[in-house]
């Protein structure tokens, strides 16, 4: 299906050769070398559906820039099977690149010492891009980006954030349906991440393109994505919405309200407890009845309506767990499993 990246199974084992340690130690590797296996990506299955953002999280190490790098045609598969817009990658390498646009943030795409502007004309020409096209998605992605205060500056003389900004502009260049971000607003200040994100956003939402991103920011999840897919130690762990999550590892919310009227009769709701009333002073919690997992356990947002139909408030607020926290519980929870 267009747009859509599907994965199957996919292992891949790298074979590193270990050096003992101390003099002797070396010259027994030189003699006879100890291999070992490391499994960076151990039976993997999901699915990106066409116009979604997916957000690949895990620990360091956990195995997603190697996901990523066997989406991308860089790496072959040791096992398993992948397809990126109908296209096994690591097959059709030129076909895959058609359609599709990568950012490592940690690493530039863009010739170094050329100026960004003269590298996306390049690009043009490989991707074969007619002219008009190419002027209205530039001038599209300056006025979202920002980067003709700096696109004529070679690339070497780029701050990171600008560098960035680049490198996310030459990706789409050529309309690529799918998008690969590993980590791509590492390091930049918290302006500019915010402008990397609604550029995102728009690219999925007005562009329908589909994206897989890996980030350590949960701030960035929050704000772009709305299915994620846990692994640790190269294996999937968790595929689910931000909302079943959250309800899975994260119920430590709370609802707190003040009524319109004092005296109202107050009592718990569907899944949801009454902590504390002290005039016209509630506070809500999950009641637990069904456990973290429940298959009807309210969502905070789902109890916040509820108490907001049910009484009438004059200001209500909740509290919520981090989604750091949230991640951390389901990285110890489900990875260990
Ligand atoms: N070319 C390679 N040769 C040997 N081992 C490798 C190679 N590439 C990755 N690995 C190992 O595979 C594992 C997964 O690495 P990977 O880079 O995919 O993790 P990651 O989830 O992207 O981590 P991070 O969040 O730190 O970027 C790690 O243990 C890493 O050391």
Sequence with gaps: MIGSIEVRGLSRTFHTTVRRP????????????????????????????AGELLALLGPNG??????????????TPTSG?????????????????????AVFG?????????????????????????????AARLKEFDELLDLSSFWDTRVRHLSLGQRVRC?????????????FLDEPTIGMDV??????????????????????????????????????VLINHGRLVLDGTLDEIR???????????TLADPHTEVTALPGIALLRHEGARV????????????????????????????????DIALDEADLEDVMRAAYVQAGDA
């Design 106 to 134: 940690q690493r530039t795409q863009l010739w170094w010492d050329l100026p960004a502007r003269e590298s996306f004309a390049i690009l043009r020409d490989i991707y074969e891009v007619p002219k008009a096209e190419h």
């Design 191 to 228: 302006v500019v991440k915010e402008q990397v994100r609604e550029f995102l956003r728009h690219q999925v939402e007005q562009r329908g393109r589909t994206v897989l991103l890996t980030t350590h920011d949960m701030t960035e999840v929050e704000r772009l994505a709305e299915r994620v």
């Design 167 to 179: 490198d996310l502009a030459a990706a789409l260049l050529h309309d690529p349906p799918v998008v």
């Design 283 to 314: 506070v809500f919690g999950p009641d637990g009845s069904e456990g973290p997992d429940g298959p009807t356990a309210p969502t905070v947002h789902q109890a916040l309506k509820s108490v907001i139909e049910r009484y009438e408030v004059t």
């Design 81 to 101: 099977e992948a397809r990126v817009a109908g296209v096994v990658p690591y097959r059709e390498r030129e076909r895959n690149a058609r359609n599709i646009g």
């Design 62 to 75: 956990a195995g997603k820039s190697t996901t990523i790098k066997i989406l991308t045609g860089i790496l």
């Design 247 to 257: 309800r899975k590892f994260g119920s430590t919310w709370q609802v707190r309200a």
């Design 22 to 49: 101390g003099f002797t130690g070396a010259l027994r590797s030189l003699v006879n070398p100890e291999r070992v296996a490391k499994h960076a990506v151990s039976d993997i299955t999901f699915d990106v559906g």
